[in-house]
C-alpha cells in the first residue's frame, strides 16, 4: 500500500520570504503527485500535479514542486509568499497498477502560516 | 461552471441517529471517492467507486457506515447509528482514471456532522 509523509505540521514564515513544504511518498509501483490547497472552511483546490515529463511542474499562485524519483519526494516551493498564501497544503498520490489503482491518498497536511 | 455539490453543508444530529450525506459528482467523471476530515486523523479516505462500483470501502467502520452510488448523478454516505466520534467534515471528490490512475480529483464544500 502507498502512504504520504508530510514532514512539517506546521511551517511558520514571514511575508515575501520562501518557503518549502517537503512531501515524501512510499508507493512499490508508478504514481501520479498531487499539491491541493484548502482554505478555512472550503474544500480542497488543486495546486499542481505531476503525471509525466518534466519533474518540474509549476501549478497556481506562483507555486512549483519537483518530483524526485529517487528520494520518492516531491516538495512544494515558492519563492516569495504573501499573506493569503496562509492555509493547509496537502500532498497526495494516486495509483496507477495493483489493487489499488486509480485511487487518491493524501497526507495529514501542512498549516502554512504567513506573518506580516 | 462544473462542481461538485454535497448535501447538507452542515449537520447536527442526536447519538444514535440515522446520517445521510449526498454527492452530486461532476457528469462524465467515472470515479467517486469519499473522506472524513478531522484534526487528529487528517484526510481519511472511507471509500472510492468506479462506474458506480465499489472498488475500496476498508477505510470505513462497517458496522455503522455504509457507501452508495445508486446512479451516477449521485453517491451517498450513511452512518446508523451515528455516535459522538463520527463528528468530522466528510468530502466528497470526484475525477477521472486516465493512464491507470486519477489525474485530478475535484472537491466538494464538504459536510460538516456534529453528533451531540
Known amino acids: 500500500a502507498q502512504s504520504v509523509t508530510q514532514l512539517d505540521s506546521q511551517v511558520p514564515v514571514f511575508e515575501e520570504a520562501p518557503v518549502e513544504l517537503r512531501c515524501n511518498y512510499s508507493?512499490?509501483?508508478?504514481?501520479?503527485l498531487f499539491w491541493y490547497v484548502q482554505y478555512p472552511n472550503q474544500g480542497l483546490q488543486l495546486l499542481l500535479k505531476?503525471?509525466?515529463?518534466?519533474?518540474l511542474v509549476k501549478g497556481i499562485n506562483g507555486f512549483e514542486a519537483e518530483f524526485n524519483k529517487s528520494q520518492t519526494s516531491f516538495h512544494l516551493r515558492k519563492p516569495s509568499v504573501h499573506i493569503s498564501d496562509t492555509a493547509e497544503y496537502f500532498c497526495?498520490?494516486?495509483?496507477?497498477?495493483?489493487?489499488?489503482?486509480?485511487?487518491?491518498?493524501f497526507g495529514k497536511g501542512t498549516k502554512l502560516s504567513v506573518k506580516p | 461552471d462544473a462542481r461538485v455539490t454535497q448535501t447538507p453543508r452542515h449537520k447536527v444530529t442526536e447519538m444514535g441517529q440515522e446520517v445521510t450525506m449526498r454527492c452530486q459528482p461532476i457528469?462524465?467523471?467515472?470515479?467517486v471517492f469519499w473522506y472524513r476530515q478531522t484534526m487528529m486523523q487528517g484526510l481519511e479516505l472511507l471509500a472510492y467507486?468506479?462506474?458506480?462500483?465499489?472498488?475500496?470501502d476498508s477505510g470505513m467502520p462497517k458496522d455503522r457506515f455504509s457507501a452508495e452510488m445508486p446512479d451516477a448523478t449521485l453517491a451517498t454516505l450513511k452512518i446508523q447509528p451515528s455516535e459522538p466520534r463520527d463528528s468530522a467534515v466528510y468530502f466528497c471528490?470526484?475525477?477521472?482514471?486516465f493512464g491507470g490512475g486519477i489525474t485530478e480529483a475535484f472537491f466538494g464544500q464538504g459536510t460538516r456532522l456534529t453528533v451531540v
Open positions: 467507486f468506479r462506474n458506480r462500483a465499489p472498488l475500496d
Open positions: 505531476y503525471l509525466s515529463g518534466s519533474t
Open positions: 508507493s512499490s509501483v508508478s504514481v501520479y
Open positions: 457528469l462524465g467523471h467515472n470515479t
Open positions: 471528490a470526484s475525477g477521472s482514471l
Open positions: 497526495a498520490v494516486s495509483t496507477l497498477y495493483g489493487g489499488s489503482q486509480g485511487n487518491l491518498i
